[in-house]
């Protein structure tokens, strides 16, 4: 998306207007998603399973590396891109015993099915089968992918009912394609199945182990800092980017996030650690960056600039240090 900057001498956004309408901005709240070149490698792995209907791929990683966020994206670009597909994206839970119903009331839930509480377990597979097969009728799908977010608090059973919905769905001319993002512990799950030789869940859902990868490198971060500063947009329709709209003067007269790119990442770098070698965790990336953000943004001027302590008290305020020493 271009920026739109405006008459060279005077900015689109002026201080007041960004603190009238800060409290409803994304980067305030976190909630937004920014296409960082990690999502789209990931993304692009997707889409070729979905594709040529593989049956199911496991991406893993340690937390905060932004699994989650990027289950969200790719729901919503497997819906852009494949509008005859399915798409469910699941948040699983731990069962506090093992359960046949588990699996199936997430599946429900994950549908806002309104009999997704319904005690008994045959009653529950009869309602997640029917449910999907006819949302999937509507749009004329003869595939759906389900999307299972922190796989690895699965048990054998809720996946073992995991193969009996993939069965059933397959029986009823319903190809089934599941995508999970999990925590590394899932390869200790898989080496558990193939010594009670349950083969049957490795073969539909943990054949395919893809280690999801933070932000790996240096390059990566650039791609990121550059869609704070160009691809972003808010208000929605203003094409002000989120870097305009937080620093309108000193956007105008040139600055950027990425100009601040090397400085940025190494210290970033320095407080990941020893876990820097998976990658910087993507929560901490944008934590720091949303402190930057927000709390330098009385100082817009056009002389403004970032210096080496403001950046690494920003590092210090997303925590991630403290992070990196309960993984190490």
Known sequence: MPSRTGPASKPLFSADMREKTLGSHPVRGGDYTLPTPMMQRTYALVREQVWARRTGTVFYASPRMGKTRCAIAIRDLLRQEFPNVYVTLLSTRPSPRPSTSHMLRLILEAESHVLSRRPDADLLFGNAVADIR??????????????????????????????????????????????????????????????????????????????????????????????YDLASEYPEGSGITYTQFFFPIAYLAGFRLENYRASMWEALHRAAGSIAAQGVPMEHICLTIEELLLSLRRQDSPDFVLSNEEIDAAVAASKLRSFSDVLS
Do not use: W
């Open 134 to 227: 006819v949302k999937a009728a509507r749009i004329g799908a003869k595939q759906y992918v389900l999307l299972i977010d922190e796989m690895h608090l699965l048990n054998d059973v809720d996946l073992q009912q995991l193969v009996c919905f993939h069965n059933q769905l397959e029986l009823q001319d319903l190809r089934m394609t599941a995508i999970s993002f999990a925590q590394p512990e899932i390869l200790h799950r898989r080496t558990s199945l193939l010594a009670n030789n349950a083969r049957q869940i490795i073969a539909r859902f943990l054949s395919d182990t893809l280690q999801f990868d933070g932000c790996a490198s240096e390059g990566d971060f650039g791609s990121l800092l550059r869609s």
